[in-house]
């Protein structure tokens, strides 16, 4: 089992045949992502070559959708147009899309929010500004390296790309159910009380590992949400203990004013709600390490 996203999914890639897109669809392809076409409207009609793979690139989404079948979209799109690919998706009722694009304004990440909300939510959207998923030998929509770990038991959700990427490093060993980044912007589609109850949900997650950062408080929602609602195992680590007050870092939720949104804070309250939470990843790891062992 997975969450969000396994073998069976088909993709389409939005901006197939731009740079990233181009780089990151073959990838993706070499991962075992089942890529079923990609979006371009100017190039519509045309066909992108990846090894003996040709895919159709179409005019929209929706009719992506119509002549493949996917129901999972990934946007390679520069910010200024990302909006308009995100609605353009969730106008299409594409129930999976994941956003990878940086420096999205918070304005337009908000109304295309608001938009799947008033659609009824039939689009979840991963992102943006984040590495996406990847259930490990099955598919990889987004840009976490394939070749990091194989599947196990454990359920990522992480805030940051890289910590992802260290983290599913580190206990590379054991081996994940999936793995998802969910962005480090203000606004972002899916949260960390979404995955978690997904992760819960899903037989074949043993344990969870959820990566913060400083700013919010959308850890502190995800401590409370974890006392009320979780039964597995939990571990945390929550990045930017040595962070300076009032100054935004690096992601643009990252900021911190007064004793809210500081990792101290966030640490406490998810001790509070039982999970364990370390100082580094590689003590958040050894945390895990030692749950898996006792199961």
Request: glycine content about 12%.
């Amino acid at each position: 089992m997975s969450i969000f996203l396994n073998k069976d999914s088909k993709v389409i890639v939005q901006g197939i045949t731009g740079g990233e897109g181009t780089k990151h669809t073959a990838l993706m392809l070499k991962a075992g992502t089942n890529i079923v076409g990609g979006v371009n409207a100017r190039k519509a009609g045309t066909t992108v070559l990846h090894g003996d793979k040709e895919l159709p690139v179409y005019a929209s989404v929706a009719e992506a959708m119509e002549k493949t079948g996917a129901d999972v979209s990934i946007a390679f799109v520069p910010p200024a147009f990302t909006k308009d690919a995100m609605i353009e998706a969730i106008d299409a009722e594409i129930p999976l899309l994941v956003v990878i694009t940086e420096g999205v304004p918070v304005g337009d990440t908000a109304e295309a929010w608001a938009h799947a909300k008033a659609k009824g939510n039939k689009t979840r959207i991963i992102g943006p500004n984040c590495p996406g998923i990847i259930t490990p030998d099955e598919a990889l929509v987004g840009i976490t390296p394939a070749n990091i770990t194989g599947k196990g038991p454990i359920g990522l959700v992480s805030k940051s790309g890289t910590l992802t990427y260290q983290m599913m490093y580190e206990l590379r060993d054991f081996g994940f159910s999936t793995a998802i980044g969910i962005g480090g912007d203000p606004v972002i589609g899916t949260t960390h009380i979404d995955a978690l109850e997904a992760f819960e949900a899903d037989p074949e997650t043993k344990a969870i590992v959820m990566i913060g950062e400083i700013g919010g408080d959308a850890e502190e929602r995800a401590a409370e949400f974890i006392k009320a609602n979780v039964t597995k195992p939990v571990v945390g680590y929550v990045a930017g203990f040595t962070a300076p007050e009032g100054k935004t870092m690096g992601h643009a939720g990252a900021i911190v004013s007064g004793s809210a949104g500081t990792a101290q804070a966030k640490k406490e309250a998810l001790e509070a709600a039982g999970v364990k939470v370390g100082k580094t990843p590689s003590e958040t790891a050894q945390l895990m390490r030692e749950i898996l062992q006792s199961l």
